[in-house]
């Protein structure tokens, strides 16, 4: 399994409120400063945080953008659905590595205007 791979499953099996994977491939100096907040949160508050997020969105399709032994930049495509309207963002996430597991995470996020899956070969319902 890739980085990209493991950081996906990881996340995946969060919001399913198993964190088995993060602690293995989690530092456990892990820190990284929450982009809605601008609080920095430790691995157990990174945790907590994402399995208050499990309900409210779907995580979608991720592409690699640049892997390295000790970095990873990587897109994916987020469907927010607590309202009756859905919504839609583009995250990009910077993970910088340390022994070979994440020491931080940084992520960028942009509100799309339209649903990303639409004219293209993959759903929502393939991430659910």
């Known amino acids: 399994m890739t980085r990209a791979e493991a950081f996906d499953k990881a996340w995946r099996l969060g919001f399913k409120g198993d964190f088995s994977l993060f602690d293995e491939i989690y530092h456990p100096d892990y820190l990284a400063t929450d982009p809605t907040t601008g609080i920095t949160v430790n691995l157990e508050d990174e945790k907590l945080v994402l399995s208050t997020y499990s309900e409210d969105y779907i995580l979608g399709l991720f592409r690699v953008v640049f892997e390295s032994d000790d ?58």
Request: glycine share 6%.
């Open 71 to 128: 970095f990873l930049c990587m897109h994916r495509y987020v469907k927010g659905n607590k309202s009756s309207d859905p919504i839609y963002y583009a995250i990009v996430f910077m993970i910088k590595y340390k022994d070979g597991l994440i020491l931080t995470q940084e992520s960028v996020r942009e509100l799309l205007d339209q649903d990303p899956s639409e004219g293209q070969d993959w759903n929502w319902e393939d991430y659910k």
